[in-house]
């Protein structure tokens, strides 16, 4: 069964960091790519990084752009969103997407 669990989530202070994980089973991503969205209620789900597991390519949405880091351990299937300085408007649901399947999601709350 193709599956992505999403994990790291939880509550954190403004300025605070948490890493989010992504972890596949299924298939092996090492030819893929893998990205996060995130969602807030009342508003559509938005693309915040991606990665291409083979060539290393990387890219942000304006918004995240030198906060968040997305890497991939292809060895162990995992792709990761590290995301430092949070802010409150960084609260959402988050998403992890690849191989036309969506995670289950995880809540992200930053308090002011």
């Known amino acids: 069964e193709v599956q992505l669990v999403e994990s790291g989530g939880g509550l954190v202070q403004a300025g605070g960091s948490l890493r989010l994980s992504c972890a596949a089973s299924?298939?092996?991503?090492?030819?893929?790519?893998i990205a996060w969205f995130r969602q807030v209620p009342g508003k559509e789900r938005e693309g915040v990084s991606y990665?291409?597991?083979?060539?290393?390519?990387?890219d942000y949405a304006d918004s995240v752009k030198g906060r968040f880091t997305i890497s991939s351990d292809n060895a162990k299937n995992i792709v990761y969103l590290q995301m430092n300085n949070l802010r409150p408007e960084d609260t959402a649901v988050y998403y992890c997407w690849a191989a036309s399947i969506w995670g289950q999601g995880i809540q992200v709350t930053v308090s002011s």
């Open positions: 299924g298939f092996t991503f090492d030819d893929y790519t």
């Open positions: 990665i291409s597991t083979r060539e290393g390519t990387t």
